[in-house]
Every structure is written in C-alpha cells, then in structure tokens.
C-alpha cells in the first residue's frame, strides 16, 4: 500500500506505521527448506494417527523402566514389528526411545503431554500479511501514557504479592504492573466513575484488580477467570480510556477507524458488550468527554447500520468472527488504524471452529497492536494459541482455569431416560423464574418445548440451570451451570444423569464437586465405580481441563483430531478430484 515511510513513531499514533528497516536482515542460518503443503498435511495426519500408539508405547516402557540396558532385547521386538517404517524414522525413534528410557514415569509422563500439546499447536502464526512477508517480530509491548497513581508505585513489591495472595491471583510474565484496589486509583474519568455506580458496582472483581491495570499499562494479555467474574470490564474500560484519548488529541475522521476491535464467539456475546460499551460512553458524555462511537458487526443487524457509524469515523468495533470477515474481505473497513484487539471467550472461539477465521482477521493488521485475550477454561490450550501474537504477555489467571463457579450449588438427580420430562416439571419448582434449561439433542430441546419456552441466554438474574442431559465434556458442564450464581449472587444447578452419560466425563464431574467443596452423591461414586475421589492436585487434563483424566485419555481431543484428520482428507479428495477436470 503506498503509505509513507517515516521514522517509528510511538505504536499508538494513528496514520504513521511502525516500519523498523533494520529488521530486513535475514538470518541465513536458520534458513529451512520449503515443504509442501500436501506433503505437511501428510505429516501431520501420521502424526494424530499416531498419538494412540505413542501413548500405548509409553504405558509399555513405563513397565520396563527398571531396565535401562540400551541393548535390551524388548526393544529390538518391537522395531521388528514396524518394518514398514523408512530407516531414518526408525533412527530417530529409536534416539527419543533411549532418551525415554533415562527419565522416570512422572517426567515421561509430563513429555508426553507436552508432545501431544504440540502436535495440536498451531501451525500458521497469529500476525498480520505484512509482518508475516517482512518477519516482523515485536519485541516491546506497546506504551501508554497511564502509569498507576504515585501512592501506588512507592509500596514495596511485597505489598502486590500480599494482595494477590490474598485474591487468589496468580500472575506469569515479565514486569507484572501492581494491583489496584479501587477503581479511583485506576484513574478513571468522572463519566466512568458514574456508570459504575449506576450499576452497583463498588470494587473491582480479582481479575479487574490486576487486570486493568496491566491493560491499561499497554500490555498483551490473558485473562483466566471463571464466569461471572467480571472480565468484560477489563477490556472495556481500558479501550474507552485510550480511545477518549485518542479523540482528544485528534478526533477521528470520516472512515476512519476502528481503533479497537472486540471479537466474540456469538452475537448474544457482541450485543451484550456493545451495550455495556454504550453505557460508559452515555455516562462519559454527560461529564462533557467527546463521544465515543461504537459499532456491532454481527449477523442479524444490519451491515448498513455498522456502516454508517464506520463513516462517521468508529472508535470500537465489536464482531463476531464471519460477519468481520466478510466485510474485510469486501474492503468495507480496515484494520490499518487499529491498535487494541480483544478476543473474548476465546475458548468457545476455538472450540466452535473460529480458529482459521481468526487468523484470516490477523492477517489484515498492519501495525503493532495490544492483544487481549479472555478465556473461562483451558489455559494451555489458549496459551498454544496466543504464543505467536502476544508481546510479552501477562498471565493473569484467577482460581483454577475450567474450575466451576463456587456460588452454584450443583444437584445431580439419578433419573431414567422416559421419566426425564416430568422429572423436569418437579425441578422447575426448585426456584422462581426465570430457569435455563440445556439438553444436546435437538430433538429433546424440541420435546422439552411442548412445556417451556425458551428464551434465550441473555436472562438477568437466572437462580437455576437444569441440565437435562449432562453435556458431552466437563467445560460445556462448567458454562452452563456458570449461567447462574452470577455476580456474587447464589445459584442452583441441577443434573438429570441418567446412564448414557460417559464415564470419563462423570469421573471429571465428581472430582468437580469434590474441588467446589460440594457432597459427591454416592449414585455417582457407584456410576464410576470407584469407592471415593481422591482430593484435588490441582492438575488435569491440560486440553480440556477434566480433573478425571489427563491429555493422554482426553476423549474431546480425540473427537477432535478425528474430525481434523477426516477434514484434511476430504479437502485432499476435493483438491484430486478438482485438478481430474
Ligand atoms: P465474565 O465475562 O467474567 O463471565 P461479566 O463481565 O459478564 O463476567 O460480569 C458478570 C456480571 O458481574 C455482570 O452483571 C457485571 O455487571 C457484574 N460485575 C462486573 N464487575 C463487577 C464488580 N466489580 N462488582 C460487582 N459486579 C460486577
Ligand atoms: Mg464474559
């Protein structure tokens, strides 16, 4: 694009671009070969084929560890086996065997979490088409001109370590910015001041305690809270500030941003946050601050309506991934001035296919911008995602990732299947409207109709979630019964569980129960058959955050690289049958 080179000025100006030339020196040295595409997708379904094996593999060497004789006759017969297999991959498993062999079961156990972690990290970098053909690496986070008030910089480190003991946040990252306690100290606008006491709020939440301030600083980060705890507003208030400031020093023209982008994985999700957007900028408005204009595209409104605000000039756009798309594929907005991007619940973003969308939005950024990422489970996961688009990340991670929401008391109720509808009727009762309920097939969801009617999921104050089945994983458990006992309030879950449930997912439900410091029905013990659950270690399964289970017995990433594998062949089909004609 023909815009001008100039000297780098700070990442936040608008209209300049940061276009370091000195970084145009290529390192020869780490120059790797060209692979082709089929040829790595080839690579990489022999890979997911092959987790089950190396899995089996391991539990074999775990038997024989006692042996560490690298001549060991075991060893020979398995490679007899596995004549199909080219000399060099038989070298190299035979080298990581070896290797293998010298750790003990704990250690090896650990790598092979980590292998298969890797195995389904992402190939294709996070970063925008002109990063990626110039390699542009950003070492710096970007600056702002917030620094936290002087009352606080003069307490001594030891003072933020007691707060965030005290909340129960743990924090990762260079450079951590102190907890703030109060939202004056934030330093806050008047405007943003009153609409927070329009809403009742008083303190920040734990994850706003740290997280704001860290936003605020300009730094990349993720956020791990479970719902409810109050996320949304450490992305919101952050973005207002920056882009009051933004206006202030030179309002924004026709067409001309956004500056901030907020992506969610549905609309329900956009809405409500574009609402909560509108209020801070009505009560900013009031104290006499410029206005802040903000946009939602999200299939279902209007793209004229987005439009007219875009050409006005928008400050924040907030989207939902395919509708963003479309409309930078059709050139209808630009990224070029945007500095801060949000992904919100970027679990769900993943979970429900968003990936390669998301990379495709990437791809549209031209210059360094803050990236902010909020998730409720699954830190790993998220972290093998962010690892190429986050400068200098801070971690924030409040309460175990993918742990239930304490203020839920969850009830499970053996029921049979044909009783399950009229059990339904009797647990209504259990509180006042509104109540959610959730079911996994369609079909029931229709049934469950006949009786209810469904509103959706943006109720305030819901006091009861029914589960009319339990859900296929423990997350999706999680997400819904996080639907009530919001904001600090009490909630009640209740579970009909009748014998189609999986014994992996009601294994990672009792020692659920067991960590919210809830009674496990013995019904459920006997389900599982096991006679009690062992006290938590705080560890799981670092794919999906089952406590039942580790990565290497994960049925959801299983069902999830099935379905990869049978994509990459299908498109392979399409591509063959594509080049026939
Ligand atoms: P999350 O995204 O973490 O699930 P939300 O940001 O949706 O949580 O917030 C959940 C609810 O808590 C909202 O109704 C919000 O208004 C309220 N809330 C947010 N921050 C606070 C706070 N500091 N004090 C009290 N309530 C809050
Ligand atoms: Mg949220």
């Known amino acids: 694009m023909g815009d001008k080179q100039s000297e780098p000025p700070p990442p936040v100006k608008r209209y300049r671009r940061e276009e370091k ?4 020196e290529e390192d020869i040295d780490n120059y790797e070969p060209y692979v082709p595409v089929r040829e790595r997708k080839k690579q990489q379904l022999m890979k997911l084929g092959r987790l089950g094996q190396v899995a089996a593999e391991v539990s074999a060497e775990t038997k024989s560890s006692s042996d560490n004789d690298p001549d060991d006759d075991t060893s020979q017969e398995e490679w007899g086996r596995r004549y199909n297999v080219s000399l060099l991959d038989q070298h190299s498993e035979l080298k990581r065997l070896a290797e293998a062999r010298a750790l003990s079961a704990a250690e090896r156990q650990a790598r092979e979490e980590q292998h298969i972690l890797e195995s389904v990290a992402q190939s294709k970098a996070l970063m925008g088409v002109a990063e990626l053909a110039k390699g542009i690496q950003y070492e710096e986070p970007i600056k702002t001109s917030w620094k936290p008030p002087r009352c606080i910089l003069e307490l001594p480190p030891e003072r933020h370590d007691r707060v965030r003991d005290q909340l129960r946040i743990l924090v990762e990252g260079e450079d951590v910015p102190p907890p703030i306690r109060t939202f004056q100290h934030m330093k806050f606008p008047k405007g943003i001041l009153r609409g927070l006491e329009e809403k009742g709020i008083k303190k920040p939440t734990p994850i706003q305690v740290q997280g704001i301030p860290a936003v605020l600083m300009g730094r990349d980060m993720i956020g791990i809270a479970f719902t409810g705890s109050g996320k949304t507003l450490v992305f919101t208030l952050p973005l207002l500030l920056v882009c ?4 202030i020093k030179m309002p924004f023209i026709r067409n001309e941003g956004p500056y901030g982008l907020i992506i969610c994985p549905s609309r329900e999700l956009a809405k409500q946050t574009h609402e909560i957007i509108q209020h801070f900028v009505k009560h900013l408005k009031m104290t006499g601050m410029p206005e802040i204009r903000s946009c939602l595209a999200i299939g279902g409104v209007a793209v004229s309506e987005c439009m007219e605000v875009v050409q006005r000039g928008v400050h924040v756009m907030v989207a939902t991934p395919g509708r963003l798309m479309d409309m930078l594929d059709k050139k209808m907005v630009r990224l070029n001035v945007c500095r801060y991007l949000c992904m919100d619940e970027a679990d769900r973003m993943i979970d429900m296919g968003f990936e390669e969308d998301v990379r ?5 950024f031209t210059g360094q911008r803050q990236t902010l990422l909020f998730s409720a489970t699954m830190p790993r996961k998220i972290q093998n995602f962010a690892r190429s688009a986050l400068v200098k ?21 053996p029921v049979k299947a044909e009783a399950r ?21 369609k079909q029931d969801v229709d049934a469950i109709h006949e009786y209810l009617l469904l509103k959706g999921l943006d109720f305030a104050n819901i006091q009861h979630v029914i589960n009319y089945d339990m859900p296929e994983d423990i997350e999706n458990y999680v997400h819904r019964i996080g639907r009530t006992g919001r904001a600090g309030g009490e909630g009640v879950a209740t579970t009909l569980l009748g014998r189609a449930a999986e014994s ?8 659920l129960l067991r960590e919210a410091g809830q009674k496990v029905p013995s019904f459920l013990l006997d389900m599982i058959g096991e006679p009690d659950v062992p006290a938590p270690d ?4 670092s794919y999906c955050g089952g406590l039942g289970h580790r990565i290497t017995e994960c049925p959801k990433l299983e069902a999830v690289q099935n379905k990869q594998a049978s994509n990459i062949g299908r498109r392979d089909y399409l591509a063959n049958t594509a080049a026939d004609y």
């Open 21 to 24: 030339s000195s970084e145009s």
């Open 421 to 441: 509808t009229v059990h339904l009727l009797q647990c209504l009762q259990k509180t006042p409207p509104p109540v959610l309920v959730f079911a996994e097939r």
């Open 244 to 247: 009051l400031e933004q206006e």
């Open 360 to 364: 495709t939005i990437f791809s549209y």
């Open 538 to 541: 705080g560890q799981g399964c």
């Open 393 to 413: 990340p801070v971690t924030v991670n409040v309460g175990r990732a993918g742990a239930a929401s304490l203020n839920v008391r969850q009830e499970l109720e």
């Open 504 to 511: 992996s997912v009601l294994k990672d439900l009792a020692h």
